[in-house]
């Protein structure tokens, strides 16, 4: 149905940047919602950041000023860029996209996790 490839996680300090993406492929008809998560081990994934096909934006509080979420649609590709992290932001981050495919409808499909570590 659909596939998504993440990338751009990785070791960075405290006040330094990363930018994560995420690349959606497969039987795609049209993207609607695509968004960022985060998760702790034996937490409850919850949402940073979401994007519409319209490009109205939602950030969650610890996300709102420092992050910033953004879309190609020619690329089927979602971005988020971090800035100012803090150690608090560590986590297991995982993209989220809601597609209409080609044969089945609408779609939800969660990419694989990739690392953001902030440390000194």
């Known amino acids: 149905q659909v596939q998504l490839v993440e990338s751009g996680g990785g070791l960075v300090q405290p006040g330094g940047s990363l930018r994560l993406s995420c690349a959606a492929s497969?039987?795609?008809?049209?993207?609607?919602?695509m968004g960022w998560y985060r998760q702790d081990p034996g937490k409850q994934r919850e949402l940073v950041a979401e994007?519409?096909?319209?490009?109205?934006?939602i950030y969650a509080d610890s996300a709102r000023g420092r992050f910033t979420i953004s879309r190609d649609n020619a690329k089927n590709t979602v971005y988020l860029q971090m800035n100012s992290l803090k150690s608090e932001d560590t986590d297991v981050y995982y993209c989220?996209?809601?597609?209409?495919?080609?044969?089945?409808?609408?779609?939800?499909?969660w990419g694989q996790g990739i690392q953001v570590t902030v440390s000194s």
């Open positions: 497969g039987s795609i008809f049209s993207l609607h919602a």
């Open positions: 989220n996209v809601v597609a209409r495919t080609l044969t089945a409808g609408f779609s939800s499909a």
């Open positions: 994007i519409t096909s319209g490009g109205l934006t």
